[in-house]
């Protein structure tokens, strides 16, 4: 999930040179553009535009056409910003649980053996693969009017925290697994041998390897926690002040026909996305270097 | 010569493992796996007549119907974009290369309520960018199928491109250099030396855009209207049903978008070992 | 005795990598492990850094019991054939990572760190990450590494195995001259008997999980004590149902000595100062022997294929028995 930087240079092989050579092969210079390409990136930039560039120019355009007073009036709304408030608040608590559930998962996925461990690697995905709304509807089961547990969370913000946790559950999870696969096992034996004690291996040798993917993966746990809406249709209940989150405050205002400050507030949350995709593509080039 | 698989003094120690085990199974468990499961209790408990009873109510058969033309339209056009999108990153040069690969990402970490709403406000027929020109050629797009389609392929956008540009990189030119050295056009060197290579990533791609199509709702409730009988689709049925306490028939849809959902999920599952080798 | 291993057994499942084994490898020495593949060779060397469990057996080190320690308590130094470089560290960090586990002084780290890297020659990239360094240099500072926290013993697994052909021989004759230096006890696994040959005062050839034989390299090249030893030490050809170097044969124009085998030359390829020659003996079923002559040889007696020629073992070469023929020209 951390392919960010998609038009980067194939790997190097492994390389067996003498000091002092040039360490790195050339990968081939690309294509230069012939006709039938030239067509086909012009058909597609023609749809990517007419698909993703203009409508989302268009958010921006909209939020500041009301002038900077009237985006920062629908900022400072208090129901809005306490909604954003909200937001960016379960988001951060949501992705604090995800770096650590998501981690000790993917350490378990890749370093113990266990009865199910097959069948807990594909429940992890079910969030993925649910349609989000069957995702409300999942956790109402359990912890709704009917809970067998006898638990009722609807309606309260640690329904939004639950639906969350559960709409983001994989990405810590996937980000991390794949490193800590391809870790050689060889530098923890190295550690080990030097003295290191298993914590210290663990906190000196392993843990930095996989910061990296740690941060990947709480980013994009981040930027999905904060757009999240589809799971919550059926847990908020609508209470403006408490639980409304900003997705939901995006709604209410195109429902009352009030596109700007729609778009005023999903400007925000359209920022925070591009924040996340610059991120995991400089963490991408960092590790790139590392090698 | 011992394999990573027969290294034993790398294991944690048992109370570690134990400790893990417990934390991490009962917390997937808590919050995934009882959940999911009483889905399918609530949607199969009266049996399996009920449940295909309840899938006749209302208005439901139309939005289901809904759903699979959306969702197929969208995926073919995820499948052919998504090629050549993923052919032009990584096989050619040309200026915007980074911005585009860049933005292709932008789906996957932007809310889909903002994707409705971008759309709305350029192809709208009353004060869009483009919508009252569109209209005055008969063409609606919000509240119609264009916009849904839109929406949909909006949201599942990367999720071809994900998978091939990894795969086409990781393969190189060399072959396709071959084969044109041979005499291939480019449409030849396409069929029988490129598609052989990415054939597993691709499938893996548009079972990922399936499932995410058959499941979106924030962008499509948006550009929908969510018009009962007209622009309902099958996760807007959900909502409707569930708030109009047909609790009935919102399991049994959302049982089936589940398990089409879960159907996808095990074909990934049988395909990812194939991909490795 | 630096290391003494006795009566060590260790299986993987159904596989026995090692079958009782037991060495002793002198304190100061370099000691080579030498074997095929698969061998059992890593295995003991894993066994004695701890990083392996024996199924049974005993391990000392330095007359300390060992068998049961953690490798973190066995003050060994190992240097893996992949390097394992901390990737997330610069060299000089990487070099300084046991004695700051051990929680030396700070100014004392930095000293000896600094000595290290003049050793192993990276005092100029001190500040690089492993990436940024070539597959010998990166070997060099685990080289490095694996000295600072100045182990009882150095162990080696395949050090130069991942490297080209030109880098692995600068650095094994650099390696013996930096055992020479340190003075440390040092075993290495290697599969390249030319390897061993050159940088180890002692060689242990270990096969199928049993040692073959235990020696010097003059005494394993002239005495092997059987046909596997002989013939995974250099090339052999097979003559008069025995296994001989292609280059301790002679050969003859004329049938006078006594005890050589008429035959044809059917092939002849010159390999710079060496010609080598494959000759037919006349006894009808008898295999092909391989016979490798000097250019000086060849031009003497005119050797030309077809030409009659009659074949003898030098005498006083090594030779053994032949007891399973497959394993002729191994490593030829």
């Known amino acids: ?291 | 010569m011992a394999s990573n698989k027969l290294r034993n003094n790398l294991r944690d120690p048992a109370p570690v493992r134990w400790g893990l085990r417990i934390v991490t199974i009962g917390y997937v468990f808590l919050l995934v796996a009882w959940p999911t499961a009483l889905v399918f209790k609530h949607a199969f408990g009266n049996g399996i007549g009920a449940f295909f009873k309840a899938l006749q109510q209302s208005d439901v058969p139309h939005a289901l119907q809904l759903t699979a033309t959306i969702t197929i339209i969208s995926v073919l056009i995820n499948l052919v974009f998504g090629v050549i999108i993923s052919i032009l990153l990584v096989r050619f040069e040309f200026p915007g290369k980074r911005v585009l690969s860049a933005l292709i990402d932008v789906p996957l970490s932007v809310s889909p309520v903002v994707v409705g709403l971008a759309l709305v406000l350029v192809y709208n027929s009353r004060d869009g960018w483009f919508g009252p020109t569109l209209d005055q050629h008969g063409i609606q797009v919000i509240f119609a199928t264009p916009g849904m389609v839109m929406a949909t392929v909006f949201v599942a956008l990367p999720l071809v491109i994900r998978e091939l540009v990894p795969v086409l990189q990781e393969i190189g030119d060399d072959q396709e250099q071959a084969a044109r050295s041979l005499g291939a056009n480019a449409l030849q060197v396409f069929r029988r030396v490129t598609l052989p290579g990415i054939k597993w990533a691709l499938v893996y791609g548009v079972v990922l855009s399936l499932a995410r199509s058959l499941g979106e709702f924030g962008a499509v409730k948006i550009v929908s209207g969510n018009i009962t009988g007209q622009t309902q689709t099958a996760t807007l049925a959900v909502e409707q049903t569930y708030q109009n306490f047909e609790q009935n028939t919102s399991y049994a849809v959302a049982a089936l978008l589940a398990l089409s959902a879960m159907v996808c999920l095990v074909i990934v599952a049988i395909l990812r070992p194939k991909e490795s080798e | 005795m630096s290391i003494k291993v006795s009566g060590v057994n260790k299986k993987f499942g159904d596989f026995v990598a090692l079958d009782n084994v037991s060495v002793n490898l002198p304190t100061g020495q370099l000691t080579a492990l030498l074997g095929p593949s698969g061998g059992g060779k890593s295995t003991l060397l894993r066994i004695i850094a701890g990083l392996e469990t024996a199924d049974s057996g005993t391990v000392t080190i330095e007359g300390h019991e060992a068998t049961h320690l953690p490798p973190q308590k066995r003050n060994v130094g190992f240097v893996f054939q992949h390097y394992a470089a901390f990737k997330h560290m610069s060299v000089a960090k990487n070099v300084a990572f046991g004695l700051e586990i051990r929680k030396r002084p700070k100014a004392e780290t930095a000293k000896r760190v600094a000595e290290l890297l003049e050793l192993v020659h990276l005092s100029q990239f001190a500040h690089r990450l492993p990436a940024q360094l070539s597959g010998g240099q990166r070997q060099r500072m685990a080289l490095a590494r694996a000295l600072a926290v100045e182990p009882t013993v150095l162990l080696l697994d395949e050090p130069f195995g991942a490297l080209d052909a030109k880098v692995r021989k600068e650095l094994r004759e650099w390696l013996r001259r930096l055992h020479d230096e340190v003075q440390v006890t040092t075993v290495f696994v290697t599969h390249d008997q030319e390897e061993a040959l050159e940088v180890a005062d002692e060689i242990v050839v270990i096969n199928e999980g049993r040692v073959e034989q235990v020696g010097t390299p003059d005494q394993l090249y002239d005495e092997p004590a059987n046909d596997f030893v002989m013939s995974f030490l250099g090339p052999v050809t097979t003559l008069g149902g025995r296994l001989v170097r292609p280059h301790d044969i002679e050969v003859f124009t004329t049938a006078a000595v006594t005890g050589a085998v008429g035959g044809v030359i059917t092939r002849q390829v010159r390999i710079g100062f060496e010609v080598r020659l494959a000759v037919q003996l006349d006894e009808p079923g008898a295999p092909e022997v391989s016979v490798t002559v000097t250019r000086a040889t060849q031009r003497h007696l005119g050797l030309e294929v077809g030409s009659q020629v009659w074949v003898a073992p030098t005498h006083g070469a090594p030779a053994v028995p032949v007891v399973t023929p497959i394993r002729q020209n191994l490593t030829a």
């Open chain 1, 1 to 291: 999930m951390t392919q960010t930087s998609v038009v980067g240079p194939p790997s190097a092989p492994v390389e067996t040179q003498d000091p002092g050579t040039p360490r790195k092969r050339r990968a081939r210079a690309p294509g230069r553009l012939g006709a039938g390409s030239t067509l086909g990136l012009g058909v597609t930039m023609i749809w990517f535009s007419l698909l993703v560039l203009i409508p989302l120019t268009a958010v921006l355009a909209s939020a500041v056409s009301g002038g900077w007073s009237g985006f920062w009036d629908v900022l400072t709304n208090p129901q809005t910003a306490s909604a954003i408030r909200l937001t960016v608040f379960e988001a951060m608590g949501v992705t604090v649980v995800n770096v650590f559930m998501g981690t000790a998962l993917a350490w378990m996925l890749v370093r113990d053996r266990f009865f199910g461990k097959r069948v807990l690697d594909i429940v992890i995905d079910v969030p993925f693969a649910l349609p989000t709304i069957v995702a409300g509807l999942v956790l109402l089961a359990l912890y709704g009017q009917q809970s067998p547990l006898g638990i009722n969370v609807a309606n309260t913000r640690y329904a939004v925290f639950l639906a969350l946790a559960f709409v983001t559950l994989p990405f810590v999870v996937r980000t991390v697994q794949p490193v800590l696969e391809s870790l050689e096992r060889d530098t923890e034996e190295a550690a080990a041998s030097l003295g290191a004690s298993r914590l210290a291996t663990f906190r000196r040798v392993v843990l930095p390897s996989l910061v990296p993917a740690i941060a990947a993966g709480a980013a994009l746990s981040f930027a999905r926690a904060i757009s999240e809406y589809c799971s919550l249709v059926l847990l908020y209940g609508n209470l403006p002040n408490r639980n409304e989150v900003a997705s939901v405050r995006v709604l209410t205002y195109i429902e009352n026909g009030d596109k700007a400050a729609a778009a005023a507030v999903a400007s925000i949350l359209l920022v925070v996305a591009l924040v996340v995709i610059v991120l995991l593509d400089v963490i991408q080039r960092r590790l790139a270097r590392r090698g």
